[in-house]
Every structure is written in structure tokens, then in C-alpha cells.
Nanobody
Framework: VQLQASGGGSVQPGGSLRLSCAVSGSNSGLESYVIGWFRQAPGKEREKVACFRSDFSGSIEYADSVKGRFTISKDNAERTVYLQMNNVKPEDTAVYYC????????????????????????WGQGTQVTVSS
């Protein structure tokens, strides 16, 4: 499975960006995967930003720092996951990564309904987001 992240760039505070993550190399649809976005700022640990969980409804979890500003979505037909970033702040500056793992593996490791973790099997290459005036 290959993940290709794109859409990063420079944006002013209060602006918007949309990141994309194209999934390829698998015959399984996106519904077979737990998939989400992480970010890592210089000198900081990688943190989970948004994620589709492993439950049947595909419920979503967000980091508290992005709730109300970021929205994760996916297009199963296009095999692409998006992160819409609105009202961005300088502290959103980071390299953003998409990550995925099979639902069956995530559930086996963390139980039904568990979400993204640093132990995800597949990672994209990262896309830089810089928020500054």
C-alpha cells in the first residue's frame, strides 16, 4: 500500500489549505482501512490530527487543537482522503503525514473502535504546511 500526500504549502494565519492523500497498491477499498492524518513540528513529537476509526460507522476523532477548524473526509471512489484546514494558526506549522492500516489489524491490536496510532503500518512521505504572516 502506498500513500501519496500533497497539498501543503505556505499560508497566512486565518487562511485555508486542503491536503490530499491518495491511496494505491491495494485491491481493498478505503473502508477496509483505518486512515488519518498526523503532523510533526520541529522539535516536537508526532501527533494525531484527525482519523477515521475502526468502528462500522467510521466515526471520526480530532485532536482538541484542531476541532472546529479541520475536517477529514474521504472519497472511496477516488481512494483519496482529505484534510480541510480552515482558520489555520502558526502553531499548525508542521509536516503532515497520512497513515493507514487495515481495520482488522487495528482492531486486533487495540479493540473495536480504536483509531489511528503511531503503530500504523502504512505512511505517506509527508507534506509541509507553513503558517506565517
Amino acid at each position: 500500500v502506498q500513500l501519496q500526500a500533497s497539498g501543503g504549502g505556505s499560508v497566512q494565519p486565518g487562511g485555508s489549505l486542503r491536503l490530499s492523500c491518495a491511496v494505491s497498491g491495494s485491491n481493498s477499498g478505503l473502508e477496509s482501512y483505518v486512515i488519518g492524518w498526523f503532523r510533526q513540528a520541529p522539535g516536537k513529537e508526532r501527533e494525531k490530527v484527525a482519523c477515521f476509526r475502526s468502528d462500522f460507522s467510521g466515526s471520526i476523532e480530532y485532536a482538541d487543537s484542531v476541532k472546529g477548524r479541520f475536517t477529514i473526509s474521504k472519497d472511496n471512489a477516488e481512494r483519496t482522503v482529505y484534510l480541510q484546514m480552515n482558520n489555520v494558526k502558526p502553531e499548525d506549522t508542521a509536516v503532515y503525514y497520512c497513515a493507514a492500516d487495515l481495520v482488522v489489524r487495528v482492531v486486533a491490536l487495540g479493540g473495536y473502535g480504536s483509531g489511528c496510532s503511531n503503530e500504523m503500518a502504512y505512511w505517506g512521505q509527508g507534506t509541509q504546511v507553513t503558517v506565517s504572516s
